[in-house]
C-alpha cells in the first residue's frame, strides 16, 4: 500500500469526533440523572434529600465500579473489531458480561449485608436511615441491569457506534423521570412513595435502558449463538487474561474515589466560605470538561481498533499527532468555560458571601491552565490502556494521588493553614507531576508492540 493510500486509512479527527460527541452527551444525561432525581425529591424536604444523599453514595460507587470494568471490556472490544475475528467480539462480550454479573452480584451482597448497618450509624435521624434503606434496597435493581446495560453499551462502544448507547438514555430518562415524578408524590392516583419513588423510577429507568441495549445488541449478533470457540481455547482462560486487563482499571476507579473522599473530608477543616467556595466549583470542573475526556476516551477506542488491526507504528503516530492537535482546542474550550463560569460566578450563584465570590475568582489562573495538561495526560493514559499497559497507567494515578496530592492537601489545610487558592492547585499539581510520566512512557513506543505480546 502507498504512503499516499495510508493515510486515506489512518482514522480523521471527524472519525474521532463522531466517536466523542455521543459520549460527551451520555455523560451529561448521567449526571442529569443525579440532578433531576434530586430536584424531584427536594420537595418533600432536607431530610428525604440527606436519605437519597445517604443512599446513592453506595450506589454511585457500585455504578462506577462497573464503569470501570466495562471501560476495559470496551477497549478489548476495540481491539477485536480491529482484528475483524468474530469469536474475538463473542470472547471479548461474554468475558466482560461475567466480571460485570460477578462485581454486581458481590457488591449486591456486600451492600446487603453492611450497607444497612453504615446507615443506621451515619444518618441523622432513625427516619432518615429508614429511607437511606428502602431507597438503597431497590437501587440494587439498578445496579444489577447497569452490570448488563453497561456490557452491551461497551460493545457498541468499542466499534464506535457510541450513538446507540446514547440513545439508550434518550429512551429511558424520560421513563425514569415520570415513573420518578408520579411515584414520589402520588400523582394520578397512584401511592405516593416518597424517597422509594425516586428508586423505583430509577430502576424502571435501568431496566428499560437494558432491554433497548440487549435487544439491539441480539438484533445484531444473534447473541453469538452460532459462532464456535472461544479466543484462549476457553471461556475461563479468557476471561482470566480478561481480568488481567481490566483489574489495574477498576484499581485507579477505586483508587480515585477514596481518594477524592478523602481530599473532602480535608476540606471540610477548612472555612465555611473556603469549603463552600471548592465545593461549588468541583461539580463544574468535571461538568465542562467532559468533552475533553470523551475525546481521550474516543482517541484510545480508535487506537484500540488501529492496534486490533496491526497498523504500522507510522500511522498510529500520524493518527495520534492529529488527535492530539484537536484535544489541545478542546482544551482550549474547557478554559474558556471556565472563564465564564469564574467570571460570572456572582450572578450563578447570586446569595454568596463576598469571601466565596473571592475565592471562586482565585481559582482561576490553575482553572485555565488545568485542561491542558489533563487533557494531553488523558490522551496518554487512554493510548497505553488501549496498548494494554494497564497497570502502569494504575501507577501513575495511584502514585500521584496518594503520594502527592492527598498529603500535599493535608500539609496545606492542617498544618500551613494556607487558602483554599493553593489548596485547589493541587488538582494542577497532580497533572504537572503525571505529565512527564505519562508522556515518556508513550514516547518509548513499547504500547505499540503491546497487543502482540499477549
Request: charged residues 10%; hydrophobic residues 55%; proline residues 4%.
Amino acid at each position: 500500500m502507498s504512503d499516499t493510500a495510508t493515510r486515506r486509512a489512518t482514522p480523521s479527527n471527524r472519525t474521532v469526533f463522531d466517536v466523542a460527541w455521543p459520549l460527551t452527551f451520555k455523560a451529561m444525561m448521567v449526571n442529569g440523572i443525579v440532578l433531576i432525581d434530586a430536584y424531584l425529591v427536594s420537595g418533600l424536604g432536607e431530610p428525604a434529600l440527606a436519605a437519597m444523599g445517604l443512599a446513592s453514595a453506595f450506589g454511585t460507587l457500585l455504578v462506577g465500579t462497573l464503569f470501570a470494568f466495562s471501560t476495559a471490556t470496551q477497549i478489548r472490544l476495540a481491539q477485536a473489531v480491529g482484528s475483524g475475528r468474530p469469536v474475538a467480539l463473542k470472547t471479548g462480550f461474554y468475558a466482560g458480561l461475567i466480571t460485570n454479573l460477578a462485581v454486581a452480584m458481590i457488591g449486591t451482597v456486600f451492600v446487603a449485608a453492611f450497607g444497612g448497618l453504615v446507615l443506621d450509624r451515619i444518618a441523622h435521624t432513625p427516619w432518615i436511615a429508614e429511607q437511606a434503606r428502602a431507597y438503597l434496597n431497590i437501587f440494587l435493581l439498578v445496579v444489577l441491569c447497569e452490570a448488563v446495560a453497561q456490557c452491551v453499551g461497551s460493545f457498541f462502544n468499542g466499534s464506535g457506534r457510541t450513538i446507540i448507547p446514547l440513545k439508550s438514555y434518550v429512551f429511558a430518562i424520560p421513563i425514569n423521570v415520570a415513573t420518578s415524578y408520579l411515584l414520589i408524590h402520588g400523582a394520578a392516583g397512584l401511592p405516593g412513595l416518597g424517597v422509594t419513588g425516586a428508586a423505583i423510577g430509577s430502576a424502571l429507568g435501568a431496566l428499560a435502558r437494558t432491554l433497548y441495549l440487549a435487544r439491539a445488541f441480539h438484533c445484531e449478533t444473534g447473541s453469538y449463538r452460532s459462532e464456535p470457540g472461544w479466543l484462549n481455547g476457553t471461556l475461563w482462560q479468557s476471561l482470566g487474561r480478561h481480568l488481567n486487563f481490566s483489574m489495574p482499571i477498576a484499581g485507579t476507579f477505586v483508587s480515585n474515589a477514596v481518594a477524592n473522599y478523602a481530599a473532602m473530608l480535608l476540606f471540610a477543616k477548612m472555612s465555611v466560605n473556603q469549603f463552600a467556595a471548592i465545593t461549588l466549583i468541583l461539580p463544574w470542573v468535571q461538568a465542562a470538561g467532559t468533552f475533553g475526556i470523551a475525546w481521550a476516551q474516543s482517541t484510545g477506542i480508535i487506537v484500540a481498533q488501529l492496534l486490533g488491526s496491526n497498523r504500522s507504528g507510522d500511522e498510529l503516530d500520524r493518527f495520534l499527532v492529529r488527535a492530539w492537535r484537536m484535544a489541545f482546542v478542546a482544551a482550549g474550550l474547557v478554559s474558556t468555560t471556565y472563564l465564564f463560569i469564574c467570571l460570572g460566578s456572582g450572578w450563578i450563584y447570586g446569595n454568596l458571601e463576598q469571601e466565596t465570590t473571592a475565592a471562586l475568582l482565585s481559582f482561576l489562573p490553575v482553572l485555565l491552565l488545568l485542561p491542558f495538561p489533563k487533557g494531553s495526560n488523558a490522551i496518554c493514559g487512554q493510548t497505553l490502556r488501549a496498548g494494554g499497559d494497564t497497570l502502569y497507567v494504575m501507577n501513575i494515578f495511584v502514585a500521584a494521588q496518594w503520594l502527592v496530592r492527598i498529603p500535599l492537601t493535608a500539609l496545606f489545610v492542617l498544618h500551613l493553614d494556607l487558602s483554599v487558592t493553593w489548596v485547589f492547585a493541587l488538582f494542577l499539581i497532580e497533572e504537572l507531576v503525571k505529565f512527564p510520566l505519562f508522556h515518556l512512557r508513550l514516547y518509548k513506543g513499547e504500547w505499540k508492540r503491546g497487543l502482540a505480546a499477549e
